[in-house]
Nanobody, 127 residues
Framework: QVQVVESGGGVVHSGGSLTLSCTASESLTGDFAMGWFRQAPGKDREGVSC????????HYANSVKDRFSLSRDNVGRMLALLMTSLKLEDSAMYYC????????????????????WGQGTQVTVSS
């Protein structure tokens, strides 16, 4: 069974930076997609970024483009989310998810196609 584990959340001042990590278990083989999502209290879940492991293209939500970036460790099936210029509205529970390859080219931001989800890691941006 595929397991996905996030780490790296915490409290950071507005304008600061934070890096989240996501590691998938060895049972995730072949090509696959991994994505980052977030959900703030009282709000809908929002897709943050998506990547197909075999593709050099990273996908980002407009709300984080130019501030967030992805870094991969292909051997370790680890996907890091580098967050800079953090804003108060970036505060949320951040989730990592894995699914079939190709879903990043579709409506990935609604989470469709991601079958394996982590427990989440909290990011709080303070003023």
């Amino acid at each position: 069974q595929v397991q996905v584990v996030e780490s790296g959340g915490g409290v950071v001042h507005s304008g600061g930076s934070l890096t989240l990590s996501c590691t998938a278990s060895e049972s995730l083989t072949g090509d696959f997609a991994m994505g980052w999502f977030r959900q703030a209290p009282g709000k809908d879940r929002e897709g943050v970024s998506c990547v197909t492991w075999s593709s050099p293209i990273d996908h980002y939500a407009n709300s984080v483009k130019d501030r967030f970036s992805l870094s991969r460790d292909n051997v370790g099936r680890m996907l890091a989310l580098l967050m800079t210029s953090l804003k108060l509205e970036d505060s949320a529970m951040y989730y990592c998810a894995a699914g079939a390859p190709g879903i990043c080219s579709a409506s990935w931001q609604d989470g469709v196609g991601f079958d394996h989800w982590g427990q989440g890691t909290q990011v709080t941006v303070s003023s």
